[in-house]
T-cell receptor, first 114, second 112 residues
């Protein structure tokens, strides 16, 4: 059984479009995250939700809006896509927001903006 | 703020060679330290972790020791296999927050 799943796996779209990436975890975790991995493999956190409440909001353009309908889901909506948004986006979850806890990662969504 | 510096790759080794990937960190307080591994086309998986000074994390033949005096968490494996080919990330989570700060990643290729 997949612990953290993301859809779609690949997303190719034109500049200016709006798109969403969905994430679901079946681990019963309270906390979920979105990370962006650039072409040089550098990973940076974007957002985190705990029990559907936003707890981490890094310096990310307003075009990016996370939504957590329940503890098991955290979606990422991106408006007016730009070339620089091309990256691999990873969802992750952890039992709770603690510095000790392992984060479990999804397989990633490769977004290509043309 | 918190930051992690790890040795740049890529690293290419022969099977059964010794692997070391250096990682140093900057953080206030007592962070937790992690090594994550990313196999081709997959998400990250936790390889090992250490949550306090002098702790040694180990898994799948890999080891790393949390050295507060040198602010380091170097990853080692005595005899690598082709299946160890992956990107390895050193990361920390601060004692006052729970964001993971990652190093730049080190690509390791093991040749038969």
């Amino acid at each position: 059984d997949t612990a953290v799943s993301q859809t779609p796996k690949y997303l190719v779209t034109q500049m200016g479009n709006d798109k969403s990436i969905k994430c679901e975890q079946n681990l019963g975790h309270d906390t979920m995250y979105w990370y962006k991995q650039d072409s040089k493999k550098f990973l940076k956190i974007m957002f985190s939700y705990n029990n559907k409440e936003l707890i981490i909001n890094e310096t990310v353009p307003n075009r990016f809006s996370p939504k957590s309908p329940d503890k098991a889901h955290l979606n990422l909506h991106i408006n007016s896509l730009e070339l620089g948004d091309s990256a691999v986006y990873f969802c992750a979850s952890s039992q709770e927001p603690s510095s000790y806890n392992e984060q479990f990662f999804g397989p990633g969504t490769r977004l290509t903006v043309l | 703020g918190n930051s992690v510096t790890q040795m740049e790759g890529p690293v290419t080794l022969s099977e059964e060679a010794f692997l070391t990937i250096n990682c140093t960190y900057t953080a206030t307080g007592y962070p937790s330290l992690f090594w994550y591994v990313q196999y081709p086309g997959e998400g990250l998986q936790l390889l090992l972790k250490a949550t306090k000074a002098d702790d040694k994390g180990s898994n799948k033949g890999f080891e790393a020791t949390y050295r507060k005096e040198t602010t380091s968490f170097h990853l080692e494996k005595g005899s690598v296999q082709v299946s160890d080919s992956a990107v390895y990330f050193c990361a920390l989570s601060g004692s006052n927050d729970y964001k993971l700060s990652f190093g730049a990643g080190t690509t390791v290729t093991v040749r038969a």
